[in-house]
């Protein structure tokens, strides 16, 4: 994917600022997963990993909580059982339901990816400055508080 460096000020839109440093970031925590023992994960999984509860989740949760058909989902889902990263385990709450859980090489490729995205954290602070770097965390900190949705 070619991402232009330096658009037109009027298509430099917030979208624009936030996708390059997401791109890169996602690049290097996925890209580095190999060399930690995780040669099969890839980005697209970032949406199991990214909205799994530590007392799991039903598919139905994952799917609506990464905007993805449930279809989708289970494709990913049932990719990353397979690799034994995930297991499906009875709903104590609805006998009928399923809930997806986090084995413990899943639980470890969890923290890779935390070790690796401050790592590349870390790096953008190098390029930027660490004050600045946490500026922009506090400012995207408040952000992500006032856009979440309200829970009871």
Do not use: C, N
Not at 106 to 119: D, K, N
Request: aromatic share 6%; glycine share 10%; charged share 30%.
């Amino acid at each position: 994917m070619t991402v232009e460096r330096h658009p037109t000020e009027a298509r430099r839109s917030l979208g624009w600022l936030l996708r390059l440093p997401y791109a890169q970031l996602s690049e290097r925590v996925y890209g580095g997963l190999a060399a930690r023992g995780f040669p099969e994960i890839r980005a697209a999984h970032g949406a199991v990993f990214r909205h799994i509860l530590p007392s799991g989740s039903r598919l139905t949760e994952l799917a609506e909580a990464a905007g993805m058909t449930k279809q989708g989902m289970a494709y990913l889902v049932e990719g990353l059982t397979g690799a034994g990263y995930l297991e499906s385990r009875p709903d104590p709450a609805d006998g009928r339901a399923r809930r997806i859980h986090l084995t413990r090489r899943g639980q470890a490729v969890m923290e890779a990816l935390l070790v690796q995205s401050r790592e590349a954290e870390e790096e953008f602070g190098r390029r930027i400055g660490a004050a600045k770097l946490a500026r922009l965390r506090s400012l995207l900190e408040e952000l992500a508080e006032e856009l979440s949705p309200v829970r009871d």
